[in-house]
């Protein structure tokens, strides 16, 4: 396994500095060497072992401008090699020429547009979890490709579109050289630029050297524990039926097709849910599981400036889940899924200091700020930008499976939101999405969203110790192995002074803090596991303020309304589609008149 990347150039282009955030990004160490490296003899200093990425033109001209028939012993003692971003020069045909064979190589032009790419089902050391997806890409320019009849048995096809192929690898002299065609590497600085990450406008700039790092440094660079999985659903009350959810067959449902479900449940109804329901989640707690949805669910209750009004929803919000759980005798999870998806910056910093565990969210910028946000920020396993409170992203349906496991490549956790309107005809759609999920064999982890929370961290083996840089507020460590395991913990924390102390498994342990981290270590057993949690001061005090009787009763009509239209939507379709033509016909008239 491969342990440094070396990167060719005589300096560092934009494509090669877009590899290197790349390679810094998943924790992968590199080097650069000039490219006369691909025709002298290899340096006696370069650390092994090691893979090669290098630009298609550069590798070319090299060629080209050289007397030597073959690549120098640098690419014959690499694990592997990646080349990349083709184009119409001869530098890219001598290259190809050279690795494929003149007589047999044919290249073709795809026009920019949509095309469907095919990954490989063959391959599956290389191309991981994503084998065998088909992926409708858009194409924003003309793209160079092997026609793949004429270079059949040369080269492996691992991503192809109709019969050209884009992503493909050829054995030359034992070693296993990948030609990755897309013209350009993806800037992981670059805004997010939709409420999402969406593959599909990224695919060839980025697929082929993720799948590339996450297969050639696997074991080397930090990675996730498990690949765990959950649905979660936005609102219902916990009565036997909220608009299409009937929640005894959904609790039948998910046992027969194997997935867990959330309920993203809001506090205001904390006195409202039903003992038979109750009764359904602590039978099956490890399919049904609660996390918080806002505080009364009222628009942009979170997206605000202003930490005072954020914290006295993030209190009442806790304290009225506290009391639900009184009540009722079920636990949930300290997990914030914000209503609308919207939030504010300020309000990750208010929930740490609340006791949240983290957010899980599908918008990934706040609102107000759609650009603030970049790409490498939603390739983490969480988004750690605002106060250095995770959001967990999660994912509807439309977004594709091919986004939900390039989720899973990159190491994040699976997590689907879905609405009570996703149930209706026997939830049909919804159910044979989670068994085409479930048949590509991923090992997914269905578990509650807690316990996907609290696994979803990284780990890697250095200098005898086992590493972990955790995400959220708490931590499952286990260790499955048969050797004792000395544990160091990191955790990203910013500001100084903030963390109050650092529980585990309920006692307090010694923490210290270097290099904008927190940093804890303990030893875990064989077959032991131990809870970690990192507990943060106060930030705003007692919570000030409180609604008065207008604004309850204003709260207390909105959910009634939203709740009477949801069941309107499942029992009365003929009266709801009147009643939604008429809602729209108002706002458009008042609009308007405005
Ligand atoms: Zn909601």
Not at 6 to 20: F, H, K, M
Not at 136 to 165: M, Y
Not at 233 to 240: A, F, G, M, S, W
Request: aromatic share 8%.
């Amino acid at each position: 396994m491969a342990q440094i990347a070396l990167l060719i150039g005589d300096e560092l282009t934009a494509s090669t500095q877009n590899v290197t955030k790349i390679l810094d990004l998943f924790g992968i160490a590199w080097q650069l060497l000039d490219q006369g490296a691909l025709v002298g003899s290899a340096d006696a200093s370069i650390p092994r072992p090691y893979s090669v990425v290098c630009p298609i033109s550069v590798a070319g001209r090299v060629l080209m401008n050289s007397s030597a028939s073959a690549f120098s012993p640098l690419l014959n003692k690499a694990e592997s090699t990646f080349f990349y971003g083709a184009d119409r020069s001869d530098a890219t045909s001598e290259l190809l020429s050279h690795l494929i064979g003149s007589e047999i190589l044919k290249l073709v032009e795809i026009p920019q547009g949509d095309v469907l790419c095919k990954i490989s089902d063959r391959y599956g050391k290389e191309c991981g979890p994503m084998s065998g997806l088909h992926v409708p890409v858009t194409l924003r320019s003309p793209q160079v490709a092997i026609a793949s009849t004429s270079a059949a048995g040369v080269v492996a096809p691992l991503i192809s579109t109709g019969d050209a192929c884009v992503f493909g690898a050829v054995d030359l002299d034992a070693v296993r050289y990948y030609l990755s065609l897309g013209a350009t590497v993806i800037d992981i600085d670059d805004p997010v630029g939709k409420g999402y990450f969406d593959i599909s406008e990224h695919f060839l700039e980025a697929v082929p050297l993720v799948m590339y790092l996450k297969h050639s440094f696997a074991g080397i660079a930090p990675a996730a524990v498990e690949r765990g999985a959950c649905l979660i659903i936005d609102d219902p009350v916990l009565r036997p039926r909220y608009g299409f959810v009937n929640f005894k067959k959904l609790a039948a449902t998910a046992v027969e097709r194997d997935f867990s479900c959330n309920i993203a449940f809001i506090p205001w109804n904390w006195r409202r849910s039903a003992p038979s329901v109750i009764e359904l989640f602590k039978e099956h707690s490890d399919r049904l599981s609660l996390s918080v949805h806002g505080c009364d669910h009222s628009s942009l209750e979170f997206a605000g400036s202003n930490a005072m009004i954020i914290n006295r929803q993030a209190t009442l919000a806790n304290t009225r889940m506290g009391c639900h759980r009184k009540r009722t005798g079920l636990a949930h999870d300290a997990l914030m899924v914000f209503p609308q998806g919207a939030f504010s910056s300020v309000s990750l910093r208010v929930l740490k200091h609340n006791g949240f565990v983290a957010a899980v969210n599908t918008e990934v910028s706040p609102t107000g700020s759609p650009s603030l946000t970049q790409i490498r920020d939603t390739w983490g396993m969480a988004i750690l930008k605002y106060g250095d409170f995770p959001i967990y992203t999660r994912r509807y349906t439309f977004h594709g499976l091919h986004n939900l496991i390039f989720d899973v490549l990159l190491g994040k956790p699976c997590l689907l939101v879905t609405h009570h309107t996703d149930f209706s005809n026997d939830s049909s759609e919804l159910l044979e999405f989670i068994d085409r999920l479930n048949a590509l064999k991923l090992e997914l982890k269905w578990r509650s969203l807690g316990g996907v929370i609290r696994r979803a961290y990284q780990h890697w083996f250095a200098g005898g110790n086992r590493h972990v840089r955790m995400f959220g507020n708490e931590v499952i460590v286990e260790n499955a192995g048969w050797d004792p395991q000395h544990v160091i913990v990191e955790k990203s924390e910013r500001v100084t002074g903030s963390v109050a102390r650092v529980e585990l498994a309920g006692r307090q342990v010694k923490f210290g803090s270097t290099d904008n981290s927190l940093r804890f270590e303990f030893d875990l057993r064989p077959e032991e596991s131990a809870l970690a949690r990192v507990c943060f001061t106060e930030m705003c005090g007692e919570p000030v303020g409180k609604k008065g009787l207008g604004g309850q009763a204003k709260v207390a009509a909105r959910r009634y309304a939203s709740e009477l239209r949801d069941e309107l939507h499942a029992r009365a379709p003929l009266i709801y589609k009147q009643a939604e033509k008429a809602r729209r016909w108002i706002h458009a008239s008042m609009a308007a008149a405005h």
